[in-house]
């Protein structure tokens, strides 16, 4: 695959930052079909900034702009966009010019391209491209989503280790079809097993009549290209890699992983947390209102009935409330508390999860630590909340009711805050996705339970 690089020095050219005119001029000139005019604007707007201009256009006018300028287009720009808009792109696009941006883009960026579309189209496609291009993409298309082998690049540089640095280096700058970048060379035997690797800097440093092998590194970490790429992401973390060889199950090697493929996943996967814990899914800037409203409506039909549960439980005190108004004002906040209490724990326990930091190792010392902080929480805003009592309403009783009430419900928003989330990891479902509902629900119910049964019981 030709590897394109966008960007220049910033002596040489000045990188245009789309704005909104600039936004409206397109739309403009797609509108008049002015295509000499479409071209000016968008002439120097490279990569990311050409992304968002993508992205902001609608769907056909999207095809339109790709079609207009033709050779001009920077297929890169289709890397960044979102998931979505790449997908309708594929659909919308005629294969002759995906053909021209697989052949442009790397075989994970070309994969990405072509995996939702139909097989009929993607042989169409694949026939266009030349042999070796052919096969690496293909390659990566049966391996599943989400994983190292999809994420891989397929294309590498390989010798084996009887060669001389010398050669090594003649290799490398003699050779026309290999990578336009890398940073380090693999080291392979003659069924493709990785025997290590060398990186560039130490090639360039030693003696050309040197063999490959005396100075090949062979501690590499190496990725099977089955791994999710969630545990791709972590292992570059946890052991500071730059890039990582991918093998097959023979062991071996069919591509590799870099920093930059990795960063775009931790980016994915932080993004879809978030999102998950707002209880909007995977929703996209870009989508509209009829993909949104749905899968919004449902997590709130949930979110009501764990507010029935809620309200169920303040209609069992409704006599004490109607003998007592000060119960009324002052439950929500043991509530409300409690509710921002268990979702400071939860979000530390749901991002922990993710990454594989809480385990059954440090589980006790956790929960310790949290109802610890529950605990002094919990002492913390009794003092406070007391003394708001009495003075609005002059009932010291109400004071230590209230107290005692905000105690309890710190405490079991931190221990719900931790529990619940584990709970779920442990029964196979995605923390992220329900966590904040039922760690909502439970400080709600203990905290107008305690407040309110307590009142009962010592005022009434």
Do not use: C
């Not at 025997?195 to 990725?223: E, F, N, Y």
């Not at 947390?273 to 993909?291: F, I, N, P, Y």
């Not at 439950?331 to 979000?347: E, H, I, K, L």
């Not at 991002?351 to 006790?364: C, G, K, S, V």
């Amino acid at each position: 695959m030709e590897n394109t690089q966008n960007g220049t020095s910033a002596g040489r050219e000045q990188e245009v930052k789309p704005s909104a005119d600039l936004f409206h001029a397109v739309d403009e000139a797609l509108e008049a079909q002015d295509t000499a005019a479409l071209r000016s604007l968008v002439a120097d707007v490279k990569g990311p900034d050409l992304t968002d201009l993508i992205q902001w256009l609608g769907p056909e006018q999207r095809v339109a702009l790709i079609e207009a300028l033709g050779p001009d287009f920077d297929f890169e720009a289709l890397v960044g966009v979102d998931e979505k808009v790449r997908d309708q792109l594929s659909e919308a696009l005629p294969n002759d010019v995906l053909a021209k941006a697989v052949s442009d883009l790397d075989t994970d960026d070309a994969a990405y391209l072509l995996e939702g579309l139909e097989e009929d189209d993607q042989k169409e496609i694949l026939d266009q491209l030349p042999q070796g291009d052919r096969a690496a993409l293909q390659r990566n298309l049966l391996y599943p989503e989400e994983t190292a082998g999809r994420l891989m690049q397929a294309d590498f540089v390989a010798v084996p280790p009887f060669w001389t640095v010398g050669q090594v280096i003649d290799f490398a700058r003699e050779t026309e079809d290999l990578p336009d970048t890398f940073s380090e060379i693999f080291v392979v035997d003659p069924g493709y097993h990785l025997l290590g690797s060398v990186d560039i800097s130490r090639l360039l440093r030693s003696k050309r009549d040197l063999p490959i092998a005396k100075i090949m590194d062979t501690d590499r970490h190496i990725v099977f290209a089955t791994a999710d790429q969630e545990e791709v992401a972590r292992q570059f973390e946890r052991y500071g890699l730059m890039a990582a060889p991918v093998v097959d199950s023979n062991d071996r090697l069919v591509g590799v992983v870099t920093v930059d493929d990795v960063v775009e996943v931790i980016e994915q996967e932080a993004d879809e947390d978030a999102k998950l814990l707002a209880g909007v899914g995977d929703e996209r800037l870009t989508d509209s209102v009829r993909q949104i409203a749905p899968p919004r409506l449902a997590w709130l039909f949930v979110n009501l009935g764990t507010a029935v549960v809620s309200a169920s439980v303040i209609k069992m005190f409704g006599a004490s409330i109607q003998q007592m108004v000060a119960l009324a004002v002052l439950m929500p906040m043991v509530a409300s508390m409690g509710g921002n209490a268990g979702t400071q724990t939860m979000t530390v326990s749901v991002r922990a999860l993710a990454t594989r930091q809480l385990n059954p190792a440090n589980i006790p010392r956790v929960v310790a630590r949290e109802a610890a902080v529950g605990l002094i929480n919990g002492l913390t805003f009794a003092v406070f909340l007391s003394l708001l009592a009495v003075y609005w309403f002059g009932a010291d009783q109400l004071g230590v009711v209230i107290a005692v009430a905000i105690i309890i419900n710190m405490i079991a928003a931190a221990l719900a805050g931790i529990f619940i989330p584990l709970a779920l990891d442990r029964l196979g479902f995605d923390p992220a996705v329900a966590s904040t509902v039922f760690v909502t629900t439970v400080t709600d119910v203990i905290g107008f339970f305690s407040f309110l049964g307590l009142a009962t019981l010592w005022l009434g």
